[in-house]
């Protein structure tokens, strides 16, 4: 599992990577709860719960943030035309 986020480094920011570890006890949670029968407290699934929303809160940001690099480089390839 952790050749994954080294392999990610070559492809992602190391920012994302680091985000992307958190959810490692999320899914783990989730294969217990498929393969083990095993349900979690109250508390380890509201914590699931505030883990994703970081994680998808993290991925929204830098995906804006891209976007807003993006078209900032397409304007000024433009404006040196």
Do not use: C
Not at 54 to 81: C, H, N, P, V, W
Request: glycine share 10%; no cysteine.
């Amino acid at each position: 599992g952790h050749s994954i986020f080294n392999w990610g480094l070559g492809h992602v920011k190391p920012t994302f990577v680091s985000t992307a570890i958190l959810g490692e006890p999320v899914l783990a949670t989730i294969f217990a709860i498929v393969l083990l029968v095993e349900i979690p407290t109250t508390a380890r699934l509201i914590g699931v719960i505030v883990v994703i929303g970081g994680i998808y809160s993290f991925t929204m940001a830098e995906a804006a943030e891209a976007k807003k690099t993006a078209d900032s480089r397409q304007k000024a390839a433009g404006s040196e035309l």
